[in-house]
Protein backbone atom coordinates (compact mmCIF):
# COMPACT_ATOMS: atom_id res chain seq x y z
CA UNK A 1 0.00 0.00 0.00
CA UNK A 2 1.30 3.50 -0.74
CA UNK A 3 1.38 6.28 2.14
CA UNK A 4 1.67 9.98 1.71
CA UNK A 5 3.43 12.10 4.39
CA UNK A 6 2.83 15.94 4.80
CA UNK A 7 4.90 16.36 8.15
CA UNK A 8 4.45 20.22 8.37
CA UNK A 9 0.65 20.83 9.36
CA UNK A 10 1.13 24.55 8.78
CA UNK A 11 3.18 27.22 7.21
CA UNK A 12 2.96 31.01 7.13
CA UNK A 13 4.54 33.26 4.61
CA UNK A 14 5.24 36.76 3.61
CA UNK A 15 3.23 38.03 0.62
CA UNK A 16 5.93 37.86 -2.46
CA UNK A 17 8.21 35.46 -0.91
CA UNK A 18 9.33 32.06 -1.78
CA UNK A 19 7.85 28.92 0.14
CA UNK A 20 8.43 25.29 -0.19
CA UNK A 21 5.59 22.76 0.77
CA UNK A 22 7.20 19.33 1.79
CA UNK A 23 6.20 15.71 0.81
CA UNK A 24 7.37 12.08 1.12
CA UNK A 25 5.79 9.26 -0.10
CA UNK A 26 6.25 5.35 0.33
CA UNK A 27 5.64 2.87 -2.68
CA UNK A 28 6.90 -0.14 -4.30
CA UNK A 29 5.74 0.75 -7.94
CA UNK A 30 8.58 2.24 -10.37
CA UNK A 31 5.50 4.28 -12.76
CA UNK A 32 3.21 6.77 -10.84
CA UNK A 33 1.74 10.20 -10.94
CA UNK A 34 2.04 12.63 -8.01
CA UNK A 35 -0.17 15.93 -7.68
CA UNK A 36 -0.50 18.72 -5.47
CA UNK A 37 -3.83 20.08 -4.93
CA UNK A 38 -5.26 23.27 -3.27
CA UNK A 39 -8.16 24.05 -1.16
CA UNK A 40 -8.82 27.54 -0.26
CA UNK A 41 -11.87 28.19 1.88
CA UNK A 42 -14.35 27.96 -0.62
CA UNK A 43 -13.32 24.06 0.04
CA UNK A 44 -12.87 23.79 -3.90
CA UNK A 45 -10.32 21.00 -4.95
CA UNK A 46 -8.33 22.41 -7.77
CA UNK A 47 -5.48 20.79 -9.25
CA UNK A 48 -1.80 23.29 -8.97
CA UNK A 49 0.54 21.08 -10.33
CA UNK A 50 1.27 17.19 -11.75
CA UNK A 51 4.19 15.15 -12.12
CA UNK A 52 5.00 11.89 -14.15
CA UNK A 53 7.44 9.37 -12.60
CA UNK A 54 9.38 8.07 -15.08
CA UNK A 55 10.13 12.18 -16.61
CA UNK A 56 12.51 13.55 -14.66
CA UNK A 57 12.36 16.97 -15.57
CA UNK A 58 10.37 18.73 -12.23
CA UNK A 59 7.00 19.87 -13.65
CA UNK A 60 6.45 23.58 -13.16
CA UNK A 61 2.81 26.07 -13.92
CA UNK A 62 3.58 29.52 -13.35
CA UNK A 63 4.76 30.48 -9.53
CA UNK A 64 4.25 26.91 -9.07
CA UNK A 65 7.25 24.11 -9.36
CA UNK A 66 7.90 20.74 -7.88
CA UNK A 67 11.39 19.04 -6.90
CA UNK A 68 10.60 15.46 -7.63
CA UNK A 69 13.40 13.34 -6.56
CA UNK A 70 12.12 9.98 -7.27
CA UNK A 71 14.82 8.19 -4.99
CA UNK A 72 14.43 9.38 -2.15
CA UNK A 73 10.58 9.36 -2.90
CA UNK A 74 10.42 13.21 -1.91
CA UNK A 75 7.79 15.81 -3.72
CA UNK A 76 8.27 19.10 -2.42
CA UNK A 77 6.32 22.23 -3.89
CA UNK A 78 7.96 25.99 -4.37
CA UNK A 79 5.55 28.49 -4.57
CA UNK A 80 7.19 32.11 -5.71
CA UNK A 81 5.83 35.17 -5.56
CA UNK A 82 3.53 34.49 -2.91
CA UNK A 83 -0.13 35.96 -3.15
CA UNK A 84 -2.81 36.74 -0.62
CA UNK A 85 -4.79 33.83 -3.26
CA UNK A 86 -2.36 31.17 -2.25
CA UNK A 87 -3.66 30.59 1.24
CA UNK A 88 -5.21 27.47 1.43
CA UNK A 89 -5.10 23.69 2.26
CA UNK A 90 -2.28 21.84 0.35
CA UNK A 91 -2.17 18.55 -0.26
CA UNK A 92 -0.29 15.99 -1.96
CA UNK A 93 -1.30 13.03 -3.37
CA UNK A 94 -0.08 9.70 -5.30
CA UNK A 95 -1.51 7.48 -8.03
CA UNK A 96 -0.07 4.55 -9.14
CA UNK A 97 -0.13 4.01 -13.08
CA UNK A 98 -1.85 0.52 -13.19
CA UNK A 99 -3.95 -0.20 -16.37
CA UNK A 100 -7.08 -1.67 -15.45
CA UNK A 101 -7.02 -0.91 -11.63
CA UNK A 102 -8.65 1.51 -9.26
CA UNK A 103 -6.93 4.73 -10.04
CA UNK A 104 -7.30 5.92 -6.62
CA UNK A 105 -5.70 9.07 -5.41
CA UNK A 106 -3.83 8.54 -2.27
CA UNK A 107 -3.82 11.60 -0.01
CA UNK A 108 -1.28 13.08 2.91
CA UNK A 109 -2.59 15.18 5.74
CA UNK A 110 -2.38 18.51 4.21
CA UNK A 111 -0.49 21.08 4.88
CA UNK A 112 -2.41 24.76 5.82
CA UNK A 113 -0.78 27.94 3.97
CA UNK A 114 -1.12 31.48 5.12
CA UNK A 115 0.00 34.39 3.10
CA UNK A 116 0.46 37.24 5.51
CA UNK A 117 0.08 40.70 3.85
CA UNK B 1 -19.09 25.06 -18.13
CA UNK B 2 -16.83 21.49 -17.46
CA UNK B 3 -18.02 20.68 -13.91
CA UNK B 4 -18.87 18.05 -11.35
CA UNK B 5 -22.04 19.31 -9.45
CA UNK B 6 -22.99 17.97 -5.96
CA UNK B 7 -25.97 18.66 -4.00
CA UNK B 8 -26.74 19.21 -1.78
CA UNK B 9 -23.94 21.33 -0.39
CA UNK B 10 -24.87 21.19 3.71
CA UNK B 11 -26.96 18.43 5.08
CA UNK B 12 -27.75 17.59 8.68
CA UNK B 13 -29.64 14.72 9.14
CA UNK B 14 -30.45 12.35 12.15
CA UNK B 15 -28.93 8.76 12.40
CA UNK B 16 -30.19 6.27 10.55
CA UNK B 17 -32.30 8.47 8.30
CA UNK B 18 -31.69 7.05 4.29
CA UNK B 19 -29.98 9.88 2.06
CA UNK B 20 -28.50 10.35 -1.03
CA UNK B 21 -25.77 12.91 -2.23
CA UNK B 22 -25.93 13.09 -5.84
CA UNK B 23 -23.29 13.58 -8.48
CA UNK B 24 -23.47 14.60 -11.87
CA UNK B 25 -20.75 15.82 -14.35
CA UNK B 26 -21.18 17.28 -17.86
CA UNK B 27 -17.71 15.98 -19.31
CA UNK B 28 -18.45 12.40 -20.44
CA UNK B 29 -16.31 10.80 -18.10
CA UNK B 30 -15.99 7.39 -17.62
CA UNK B 31 -14.09 7.43 -14.47
CA UNK B 32 -16.14 8.85 -10.93
CA UNK B 33 -14.90 8.16 -7.09
CA UNK B 34 -16.12 9.14 -4.26
CA UNK B 35 -13.85 10.60 -1.43
CA UNK B 36 -14.38 11.81 2.19
CA UNK B 37 -12.38 14.28 4.00
CA UNK B 38 -11.78 14.32 7.73
CA UNK B 39 -9.25 16.32 9.33
CA UNK B 40 -5.97 15.32 9.64
CA UNK B 41 -6.68 12.12 7.53
CA UNK B 42 -6.78 13.84 3.97
CA UNK B 43 -9.36 12.73 1.53
CA UNK B 44 -9.89 8.80 1.26
CA UNK B 45 -11.59 7.00 -1.36
CA UNK B 46 -15.22 5.23 -0.67
CA UNK B 47 -16.59 4.18 -3.60
CA UNK B 48 -15.12 4.48 -7.46
CA UNK B 49 -16.41 3.41 -10.92
CA UNK B 50 -14.81 2.75 -14.02
CA UNK B 51 -18.10 2.63 -16.08
CA UNK B 52 -22.01 2.44 -16.43
CA UNK B 53 -22.49 -0.60 -13.88
CA UNK B 54 -19.12 -1.05 -13.17
CA UNK B 55 -18.27 0.16 -9.29
CA UNK B 56 -16.09 -0.82 -6.60
CA UNK B 57 -14.92 -0.15 -3.22
CA UNK B 58 -12.22 1.90 -2.13
CA UNK B 59 -10.47 1.94 1.17
CA UNK B 60 -13.69 3.11 3.45
CA UNK B 61 -16.76 2.38 1.94
CA UNK B 62 -18.77 0.53 5.18
CA UNK B 63 -21.93 2.07 5.40
CA UNK B 64 -22.17 3.54 1.77
CA UNK B 65 -23.56 2.70 -1.57
CA UNK B 66 -22.98 3.43 -4.91
CA UNK B 67 -24.61 2.93 -8.31
CA UNK B 68 -24.00 4.19 -11.85
CA UNK B 69 -26.53 3.68 -14.40
CA UNK B 70 -25.89 6.56 -16.20
CA UNK B 71 -22.11 7.52 -17.30
CA UNK B 72 -22.97 11.20 -15.85
CA UNK B 73 -24.26 10.43 -12.39
CA UNK B 74 -22.78 8.94 -9.49
CA UNK B 75 -24.71 9.16 -6.31
CA UNK B 76 -23.80 8.19 -3.04
CA UNK B 77 -26.44 6.31 -0.72
CA UNK B 78 -26.31 6.57 3.07
CA UNK B 79 -28.59 3.78 4.11
CA UNK B 80 -28.92 4.36 8.15
CA UNK B 81 -26.23 7.34 8.47
CA UNK B 82 -24.44 7.13 11.82
CA UNK B 83 -22.45 10.13 13.95
CA UNK B 84 -18.95 8.38 12.38
CA UNK B 85 -20.06 9.30 8.86
CA UNK B 86 -20.12 13.15 9.80
CA UNK B 87 -17.31 14.48 7.45
CA UNK B 88 -16.92 16.41 3.82
CA UNK B 89 -17.35 14.47 1.14
CA UNK B 90 -16.48 15.31 -2.52
CA UNK B 91 -17.21 13.29 -6.56
CA UNK B 92 -14.45 13.59 -8.79
CA UNK B 93 -14.33 12.46 -12.03
CA UNK B 94 -11.76 11.61 -14.98
CA UNK B 95 -11.80 10.93 -18.55
CA UNK B 96 -7.98 8.96 -18.45
CA UNK B 97 -8.35 6.82 -14.94
CA UNK B 98 -6.42 10.17 -13.43
CA UNK B 99 -2.98 10.26 -15.38
CA UNK B 100 -4.29 14.31 -15.90
CA UNK B 101 -5.85 14.76 -12.51
CA UNK B 102 -9.11 14.66 -11.26
CA UNK B 103 -12.16 17.16 -11.36
CA UNK B 104 -13.65 17.64 -7.84
CA UNK B 105 -17.12 18.75 -7.06
CA UNK B 106 -17.67 21.42 -4.24
CA UNK B 107 -18.22 19.01 -1.73
CA UNK B 108 -21.14 18.57 0.29
CA UNK B 109 -20.79 18.87 4.07
CA UNK B 110 -22.89 16.18 5.85
CA UNK B 111 -23.96 16.11 9.89
CA UNK B 112 -25.29 13.15 11.01
CA UNK B 113 -26.95 14.22 14.91
Known amino acids: AQTVTQSQPEMSVQEAETVTLSCTYDTSENNYYLFWYKQPPSRQMILVIRQEAYKQQNATENRFSVNFQKAAKSFSLKISDSQLGDTAMYFCAFMKHSAGANSKLTFGKGITLSVRP | EAQVTQNPRYLITVTGKKLTVTCSQNMNHEYMSWYRQDPGLGLRQIYYSMNVEVTDKGDVPEGYKVSRKEKRNFPLILESPSPNQTSLYFC????????????FGSGTRLTVV
Open chain 2, 92 to 103: ASSPDRGRYGYT
